[in-house]
């Protein structure tokens, strides 16, 4: 069996720990934290992958704080959109593939009946979701071999090193402690596992029946922040009102689309997200669990 040389960067954050987590007998896996390779900058990406050598490159760094990006416009760019072309480059010149990790936000939430699908014409809204986009077409035009990945609405054990953990977590803690849980019923997305995303990327790289290209890759299904939430402290067994409010209740720095479920028209499949969130929640209460 030939082993499969993996580098990972953001291997500490929500996706990148459960990539970890699922690495299969046959990948050699090296992590690649900040310290190791910083995706902006553009010699030591080169540098790095050249001395490597790997058969794949999994970009999951990011810039995750969308209201933050308002205000932090360069270095979102230099993270979501410089990183992935440096990396792309990276991939290019050592024939690596490169699996890059975007976001339901290059979506604008236009009226639409359906899930967004990969044939749909991307129009972000805030400088989070333009960096991404940017980052996308860095990795198609310049990497040759490539995989990009759209997931949407991210949770998992390790939580967001950017945002301080998650929705689950934060409306877990909250019905916790008896504060309100007043939650936005205007919004709708597709809620997904970092775990379900993670098998899934393995499953890409290890099977190779998928030519490069673009895929979406979310938990099946449709929900509100507020559905979402409701199924969250349900599943948790905590006795807790939810109360449903307009997104316009919230004001936020950065626009956000009001409608961005994912769906694949490419043979990308994940379960339906009430049963990522029913496993989730049922791992959270064994011990050991957060």
């Known amino acids: 069996m030939r082993v499969l040389k993996v580098a990972l960067t953001g291997p500490n954050g929500q996706l990148g720990s459960e990539i970890r987590r699922y690495a299969p007998p046959e990948a050699e896996l090296v992590p690649l934290a900040r310290d190791a390779l910083d995706v902006t900058n553009t010699e030591q990406a080169e540098s790095v992958i050249t001395g490597l050598r790997p058969d794949y490159i999994i970009n999951t760094a990011a810039y995750v704080r969308v209201d933050d990006a308002e205000d932090e416009a360069q270095k979102v760019f230099r993270v979501n959109a410089l990183g992935a072309r440096n990396l792309a480059l990276a991939s290019e010149k050592t024939g690596a593939t490169l699996v890059h990790i975007s976001t339901d936000y290059v979506f604008d939430g236009g009226k639409k009946p359906v899930p967004y699908n990969e044939n749909d014409a991307p129009n972000p809204l805030n400088t989070y979701g333009i960096s991404k986009y940017a980052g996308e077409l860095f990795v198609r035009n310049f990497a040759g071999r490539h995989y990009i990945l759209r997931l949407a609405s991210l949770y998992g054990k390790a939580g967001a090193s950017g945002?301080?953990?998650?929705?689950?977590?934060?409306?877990?803690?909250?019905?916790?402690?008896?504060?309100?849980?007043?939650?936005?019923?205007?919004?709708?997305?597709?809620?997904?596992?970092?775990?379900?995303?993670?098998?899934?990327?393995?499953?890409?790289i290890t099977e190779k029946v998928k030519p490069s290209g673009l895929y979406h890759a979310a938990n099946s299904g449709v929900c509100s922040w507020y559905e979402f939430a409701v199924s969250i402290?349900?599943?948790?067994?905590?006795?807790?009102?939810?109360?449903?409010?307009s997104h316009t209740d919230y004001k936020t720095r950065a626009r956000r689309p009001l409608w961005s479920p994912l769906e694949s028209t490419k043979g990308i499949k994940l379960r339906r997200w009430e049963e990522a969130l029913k496993d989730f929640i049922a791992e959270l209460a064994t011990p050991g669990g957060p």
């Open 163 to 204: 945002k301080g953990g998650n929705f689950v977590y934060t409306v877990l803690g909250k019905a916790r402690r008896g504060e309100p849980l007043r939650v936005v019923d205007d919004i709708y997305m597709s809620p997904t596992s970092a775990a379900d995303a993670a098998r899934e990327i393995w499953s890409l």
């Open 233 to 245: 402290v349900r599943r948790a067994g905590l006795p807790v009102n939810v109360e449903p409010v």
